[in-house]
């Protein structure tokens, strides 16, 4: 895959979760939003301020995708031709939607298990690449049990997901098949998902042809790949969050499985999943404990378990980015 875009690679930050790993004294007391009061600037101002940023950001990162002129560079590009910041709507709303899905899904259920928690807050990011380092929440109280770990941590991913998969539907329909020997420059890595959806829309392609992805198709591609970064079964990420309410210790194990793979993915294909094992050591491999773990999840909640990392087998590109 090739996307219709010139800029250089930026890691995104992934969303994340933050739970403290002390258990309350009383467990039976259950926090409340009064508990945690925000001062107006923390609960409003900044949430919204930064979402305004990250909307002109990635409006910005993607009218510049789609420019062909000769104007180099992202800030000369916008001192010239501001009035083509329009073209990035495309770009700009399927990935914002995606994000804000992924979010919300947290918050609805942190509310739900009466954990308080702040509005998403949206990191705005250099416009080389998509604009934004994505965004997170932050958690106010303490998570009692591992049913609610397991709903706060699987809900975002798996709604975000579905947004993703309908806008890369939407996007491949709108997506060009050329020769192969008119690409250059980055390409995009193939998740098993990307294949099997293409080959559903677009239909067989042959060796020598490839995909220019419609900015709708970007947008959901990097939707994909971000949840295949959340799944990561690593401490405070949200598969750590899902792996340790289903297998409590042993998700540590996993992580030092997982580690040393993405260290070696990154000496043969991309680089970058050196920094993510770097991060993945700063943040712990394990996961604190939450208070209750022998609550049990019941049936339902293990298989969307199971669900969650079959999500994220599908969605994980070995090199996500490649340059030819």
Not at 32 to 41: P, Q, V
Not at 52 to 65: D, E, K, P, R, V
Not at 118 to 138: E, N, V
Not at 233 to 261: C, E, K, N
């Amino acid at each position: 895959m090739n996307p219709d875009q010139r800029s250089d690679d930026q890691p995104i930050r992934s969303e994340e979760l933050p739970i403290p790993a002390e258990p309350p004294a009383n467990p039976g007391d259950l926090p409340s939003d009064e508990e945690f009061e925000e001062t107006s600037f923390s609960k409003w101002i900044l949430p919204i301020g930064l979402f305004l940023a990250t909307i002109f950001t990635t409006l910005w990162a993607g009218a510049y995708q789609v420019y062909n002129g000769p104007i180099h560079g992202p800030v000369n590009f916008l001192l010239e031709q501001p009035r083509m910041l329009w073209q990035g709507i495309p770009f700009a709303v399927t990935l914002l939607v995606i994000l804000v899905t992924h979010e919300c899904g947290h918050y609805v259920l942190s509310r739900i298990h009466r954990v308080p928690a702040s509005l998403p807050l949206f990191i705005p990011g250099p416009p080389y690449f998509i604009g934004t380092f994505g965004a997170i929440i932050r958690l106010h109280g303490p998570i009692l049990n591992r049913r609610a770990l397991f709903d706060i941590g699987v809900s975002g991913p798996l709604a975000g997901f579905i947004a993703a998969v309908l806008a890369l539907i939407v996007g491949l329909n709108l997506s060009t098949v050329v020769d192969r020997t008119a690409t250059h420059g980055m390409q995009l890595g193939e998740p098993l998902l990307l294949q099997f959806i293409a080959w559903l829309v677009v239909g067989s392609i042959p060796p020598q042809a490839d995909i220019i992805l419609h900015p709708i198709g970007f947008a959901a591609w990097f939707g994909l790949f971000v949840t295949s970064l959340n799944l990561l079964p690593i401490g405070q990420l949200d598969g750590g969050h899902v792996a340790y309410a289903l297998w409590g210790s042993r998700q540590r194990t996993m992580a030092f499985v997982i580690v040393p793979i993405l260290i070696v993915l990154g000496y043969i294909g991309w680089p970058g999943w050196w920094l993510w094992a770097f991060m993945a050591g700063l943040w712990g491999f394990g996961h604190p404990p939450v208070h209750d773990i022998n609550v049990p999840l019941g049936r339902g909640r293990v298989i969307v378990g199971w669900i969650a990392f079959a999500v994220f087998v599908l969605t994980f590109a070995p090199v996500p980015f490649s340059f030819r």
